[in-house]
């Protein structure tokens, strides 16, 4: 059984970090795509963050490059997502997903991922 547990979620004031993590089980984790998402009250849930599963490729949402850095740690079965100089408008429910894809290509819309977990909450203050 495929599970995806994300942590690391909380309150933080404006400019402020996080670090999220999402820990995998039942997964062949180096040949999955690893993505972010998150999803604001009323909104779309929308792409992040992406990283290829051997880690060679990354991708960002304008949004965010600059500021937020994901990595994976394919040992520990783990994708990471730290947050810097957070804005209120980061304030999210954060969903990391799996996408089955071998080489570099890093997808950014939701329905190309297989696996999604349940979401950690990231509330900024202004």
């Known amino acids: 059984q495929v599970q995806l547990v994300e942590s690391g979620g909380g309150l933080v004031e404006a400019g402020g970090s996080l670090r999220l993590s999402c820990a995998t089980l039942g997964l062949t984790f180096s040949v999955y795509t690893m993505g972010w998402f998150r999803q604001a009250p009323g909104k779309e849930r929308e792409f992040v963050a992406g990283?290829?599963?051997?880690?060679?490729?990354?991708r960002y949402a304008d949004s965010v490059k600059g500021r937020f850095i994901i990595s994976r740690d394919n040992a520990k079965n783990t994708v990471y997502l730290q947050m810097n100089s957070l804005k209120p408008e980061d304030t999210a429910v954060y969903y990391c997903?799996?996408?089955?894809?071998?080489?570099?290509?890093?997808?950014?819309?939701?329905?190309?991922?297989?696996?999604w977990g349940q979401g950690t909450q990231v509330t900024v203050s202004s």
């Open positions: 990283i290829s599963g051997s880690g060679g490729n990354t």
């Open positions: 997903a799996a996408d089955f894809k071998f080489g570099m290509v890093v997808a950014t819309t939701s329905y190309e991922y297989d696996y």
